[in-house]
């Protein structure tokens, strides 16, 4: 049975929204002031890329043992435990900068925790979602918390650019008493502890910690179509998105555009993931069952033909934008599916592979841009991506696993067979 701390009034699941929009917010602002930072200190634009780097791959590679330590250990205790170590990091940092320069190391260290904890705090704290507010309201919670990250984004891009230009120690104090404030919330928010492990095989082939258990997530996915084919679909669209939008900031750089209207097409495209964010639960009422992810699909090849072909400085950013309004439909409707279809005892892992797999695809894309921008040029590269992602609307359209979406139990049904990885 469901545990029920917390749901009536939904304090617990504020306390855990305000604390992770806080982290979101101290983790934005480090995405952007690092990599400045280090091409300031260094003078070398190599290096800023390390650090950015160096930031995706400790949270890829803590994925699945994050995944792990959110189904074994209370959950809340985890997130405070990496909210503290962001916090201590960030305030050593303000220290070093108070005593004279600081060199290139202590920034490596702060993108490697940053990275590490925050696939953590991602995997423990969507995992504690349904255990925080009533089963009818799990898909309002789901795009509420798209909603945060989406808030956190545009306000942590926004204000780290004017807090390091104000002075450089200050994005790092802001980081701390974000984190800390963030801590703070979280000792008001009652102990969640994951439910109970199913028990190992008499045989002993499930060992506590053992490579099984790091891949359980992963079997799980693979054991269940539609969260399988729903995964796959949701990496496709979160390579080709960013493949795309690297191509059309790429492209107006090159083309001359200034950095003003760039900043503006990036902002385009924050502003219509937060108002999709917001009319989330709204449209799902309008596209009941899986017409959320068919839709994001079609819309995103449409507007993606309307990218390469129409003319205008903003166009592209407009047309991203609706795009980028129509996936938090899709990713609520799909993330509550995972969570109700999940138990309690593998939702962490479940939720770390789902994360890597979307990060993977968001961090191949602007290499794959650049290859397709020197190789095939702005239109061609765009109609190419146009085309791509009609194929893989068309496959989920003929797929019988996504056509006939299952029905979503009220509790996690029993764990299917092992099954094999590919799909």
Same mark, same amino acid.
């Given at each position: 049975m469901a545990r029920t701390s917390d749901r009536s009034p939904g304090r617990g699941f504020t306390l855990l929204w305000a604390s992770q929009a806080l982290s979101e917010f101290a983790y934005s602002t480090s995405l952007i002031v690092l990599p400045l930072l280090v091409l300031t200190l260094t003078g070398s634009p190599s290096q800023a890329g390390v650090i950015g780097f160096v930031d995706a791959a400790a949270m890829l590679l803590a994925g699945l043992p994050a995944g792990v330590v959110a189904d074994r250990y209370d959950r809340r205790r985890v997130?405070?435990?990496?909210?503290?170590?962001?916090?201590?990091?960030?305030?050593?940092?303000?220290?070093?900068?108070?005593?004279?320069?600081?060199?290139?190391?202590?920034?490596?260290?702060?993108?490697?925790?940053?990275?590490?904890?925050?696939?953590?705090?991602?995997?423990?704290?969507?995992?504690?979602?349904?255990?925080?507010?009533?089963?009818?309201?799990?898909?309002?919670?789901?795009?509420?918390?798209?909603?945060?990250?989406?808030? /956190?984004? %545009? +306000?942590?891009?926004?204000?780290? *650019?004017? =807090? &390091?230009? $104000?002075?450089? #120690?200050?994005?790092?104090?802001?980081?701390?008493?974000?984190h800390l404030g963030g801590l703070v919330l979280l000792l008001f928010l009652k102990p969640q502890p994951p439910a109970p492990a199913p028990t190992p095989a008499a045989d002993g082939s499930e060992p506590p910690g053992g490579r099984r258990e790091l891949l359980e997530g992963v079997r799980w996915i693979a054991g269940h179509p539609?969260?399988?084919?729903?995964?796959?679909?949701?990496?496709?669209?979160?390579?080709?998105?960013?493949?795309?939008?690297?191509?059309?900031?790429?492209?107006?750089?090159?083309?001359?555009?200034?950095?003003?209207?760039? /900043?503006? %097409? +990036?902002?385009?495209?924050?502003? *219509?993931? =937060? &108002?999709? $964010?917001?009319? #989330?639960?709204?449209?799902?009422?309008?596209?009941?069952?899986?017409?959320?992810?068919?839709?994001?699909?079609?819309?995103?090849?449409?507007?993606?033909?309307?990218?390469?072909?129409?003319?205008?400085?903003?166009?592209?950013?407009?047309?991203?934008?609706?795009?980028?309004?129509?996936?938090?439909?899709?990713n609520a409707y799909f993330t509550t599916a995972q969570l109700r279809l999940t138990p309690d005892s593998h939702r962490g892992r479940v939720v770390s592979v789902a994360a890597i797999c979307s990060g993977a695809g968001g961090a191949v894309a602007?290499?794959?841009?650049?290859?397709?921008?020197?190789?095939?040029?702005?239109?061609?590269?765009?109609?190419?991506?146009?085309? $791509?992602l009609g194929v893989v609307a068309l496959g989920a359209v003929l797929s019988p696993a996504l056509r006939r979406a299952p029905g979503l139990p009220a509790a996690p049904q029993p764990e299917p067979e092992p099954a094999e990885l590919a799909v």
């Open positions: 997130v405070l435990c990496c909210e503290a170590a962001m916090a201590a990091v960030y305030g050593g940092l303000v220290l070093l900068f108070w005593a004279g320069p600081v060199s290139l190391p202590p920034l490596v260290l702060l993108a490697l925790v940053n990275g590490a904890a925050t696939a953590v705090v991602l995997a423990a704290g969507e995992a504690m979602i349904p255990a925080l507010v009533p089963e009818e309201r799990l898909s309002n919670a789901v795009a509420m918390t798209s909603a945060r990250t989406y808030a /956190g984004q %545009l +306000a942590g891009t926004s204000a780290g *650019g004017f =807090l &390091l230009a $104000a002075k450089q #120690a200050l994005p790092f104090a802001v980081g701390f008493l974000a539609f969260l399988r084919l729903g995964l796959l679909c949701a990496t496709a669209v979160n390579f080709f998105f960013g493949l795309v939008y690297f191509v059309v900031i790429a492209s107006a750089r090159t083309d001359g555009v200034g950095s003003g209207p760039i /900043g503006v %097409l +990036a902002a385009l495209l924050g502003v *219509g993931g =937060l &108002l999709g $964010a917001l009319a #989330a639960p709204l449209l799902q009422r309008l596209l009941p069952g899986a017409r959320p992810v068919f839709t994001v699909l079609w819309l995103s090849v449409l507007l993606t033909v309307g990218i390469a072909l129409l003319p205008g400085t903003y166009t592209p950013g407009v047309l991203l934008g609706l795009i980028a309004f129509a996936a938090p439909t899709s602007p290499l794959a841009g650049g290859l397709v921008l020197d190789h095939a040029g702005r239109l061609a590269g765009l109609l190419g991506c146009a085309a $791509a």
